[in-house]
């Protein structure tokens, strides 16, 4: 009976051991988030992994546990006294409805014009302003800063800010 199971992998080898399952015929669920990074002031997308050391695996247990607790770039398969723990599919289908075809969780974003935010990374990391609007498709937000009794619009990634309640 297949079930299915977290596995944990060796630091940032996720993609190998997804890999190497799926070539030995291993149902492999492996969700990524997308975020931003600013590196010497330019902001530049990255795929990271969702889960980082992690990844979810469909397999019977009688049957191949020891193919996927072998495979090239896992630690082990997550369990209790020495044997491996399944996990409810309902969890794993959660999670899949937020990912898109290329297996990336889109945020669920609710912001709405004059909501308080605080930058989340970036040369403004941590200063709070007012959400004003979305500016684009790829996810860009336009936010009005008070700094030093001067009005400044910035626009920024989505990932970059976060609402305060």
């Not at 989340?120 to 500016?135: A, C, H």
Request: aromatic share 12%.
């Amino acid at each position: 009976m297949k079930s299915w199971y977290v596995i944990q992998t060796k630091q940032k080898k996720e993609e190998a051991a997804a890999h190497h399952l799926m070539d030995n015929a291993i149902e492999v669920f492996f969700p990524k988030m997308e975020t931003y990074s600013v590196v010497y002031g330019k902001s530049r997308k990255v795929i990271k992994s969702l889960f980082p050391n992690y990844l979810f695996a469909r397999f019977d247990p009688f049957e191949s546990y020891r193919l996927v607790n072998w495979a090239h770039g896992v630690t082990r398969v997550l369990g209790y006294e020495g044997a491996p723990s399944p996990i409810d599919d309902e969890v794993i289908e959660i999670i899949k409805r937020r990912v898109d075809e290329k297996c990336v969780v889109q945020k669920a974003l609710h912001f709405n014009a004059k909501d308080p935010i605080r930058i989340t990374s970036g040369p403004f990391k941590d200063l709070i302003g007012i959400f004003e609007r979305w500016v684009s498709e790829e996810g860009r937000v336009r936010v009005l800063l008070d700094l030093l009794n001067y009005s400044a619009n910035v626009e920024l990634h989505y990932s970059q800010v976060e609402k305060l309640t």
